[in-house]
């Protein structure tokens, strides 16, 4: 499933697919319709404290769309997912002029009746949970046992929901009554037992290649049956937490296979920016941008085995 160099071409820039119709852009995705079918289109934007930054990731949406390929088929036997297809020969003749640029970064998928809830699944402390546990001891009101610190082991994985925001903004962490208020009771423990088993399943896959998966967020929709499926994009490091196994040591922040060194750039003196401030971030360096491009290769090259061309 490694991706073709020969055939990769720049992302098309949002909305510039004649014959789809583009229903919106989020962060990193760009979201067609396509007859009765959604696409979406990967780009290589990155985003930190909810800015998407003024530069780009070479490749960083073809590794996202190839790795969400290569979870889709080992989870398949778990939950059925949206993907028809990615292949853009396959794709309706309307997009035939676009298969170069779609080769590699794009799905074709269902349009399902989304489920406005990000589903996370917890295994070790850190984050935002890692926030709230120190304050009270809690993550989403769920209690956790004393002396946990950055990087602890959870006993069992837990099911820590959040409600999606607009683009800019937080999601906001919620109970499970919340979810239980507004999706029912059915789906809310469907989309808590979902969440927990595949996680739970990846979870065991990524450990097996020497890889932690601390935690990780899912969305799921509806087919028109009521059948729960999982969509958009899966156990990526944009919204997975992969630490390399053999650097785990609880206590403090964990090396991890994503923008961290973004984050850290735009942080540091050097940057000369202020993440509270109004102002846009600056331009990324160059070595950040190799950096942060190389961990994402190593992510996608260490789980699937693959070599990323």
Same mark, same amino acid.
Not at 105 to 127: F, H, K, N, P
Not at 236 to 259: H, I, L, V, Y
């Given at each position: 499933?490694? &991706?073709? #160099? ?12 004649? @014959?789809?119709?583009? !229903? ?28 998407? !930054? ?31 297809? $990615? ?8 997009? &035939? #002029? ?30 935002? @949970?890692? &926030? ?5 001891? %809690? ?14 082991? !959870? ?7 959040? #409600? ?25 423990? +469907? ?5 927990? %088993? ?28 009521? %059948? ?16 390399? $196994? ?6 403090? +922040? ?56």
């Amino acid at each position: 499933m490694a &991706a073709d #160099a020969a055939s990769a071409s720049p992302p098309p820039a949002a909305g510039a697919l004649a @014959g789809a119709i583009h !229903l919106g852009s989020g962060k990193i995705r760009d979201l067609y319709a396509v007859g009765d079918r959604l696409l979406l289109v990967a780009s290589d934007r990155i985003s930190a404290f909810d800015h998407v !930054l003024e530069t780009p990731i070479p490749d960083k949406g073809r590794i996202l769309t190839q790795l969400s390929l290569w979870w889709f088929e080992r989870l398949a036997h778990l939950v059925p997912n949206h993907l028809i297809s $990615a292949d853009p020969a396959l794709y309706p003749a309307e997009l &035939a #002029a676009h298969a170069r640029e779609l080769r590699g970064r794009s799905m074709l998928c269902e349009r399902l009746d989304m489920l406005l809830i990000e589903c996370v699944a917890r295994g070790y402390l850190t984050g935002s @949970g890692l &926030a709230e546990y120190r304050l009270s001891g %809690t993550v989403c009101g769920l209690p956790l046992p004393e002396g946990l610190v950055d990087g602890s082991r !959870l006993d069992g994985p837990v099911f820590t929901p959040a #409600a999606k925001a607009e683009l800019g903004e937080h999601d906001e962490n919620i109970g499970f009554d919340e979810v239980v208020r507004r999706t029912g009771v059915g789906v809310a423990q +469907a989309l808590r037992r979902l969440t927990l %088993t595949v996680y739970s399943a990846a979870r065991d896959i990524a450990l097996e290649r020497g890889i932690i998966l601390a935690d990780t967020k899912f969305e799921f929709g509806r087919r028109a049956d009521g %059948t729960i499926v999982l969509a958009d994009e899966v156990l990526t490091p944009d919204s997975s937490r992969f630490w390399p $196994a053999e650097q785990w040591q609880p206590g403090r +922040a964990q090396p991890s296979f994503d923008k961290q060194y973004v984050r850290d750039w735009l942080t540091s003196p050097e940057s000369g920016w202020d993440p509270k401030s109004d102002q846009a971030p600056p331009p990324l360096p160059d070595e950040v941008v190799e950096r942060t491009r190389s961990r994402y290769v190593e992510a996608y090259e260490r789980l699937t085995g693959q070599t990323f061309q």
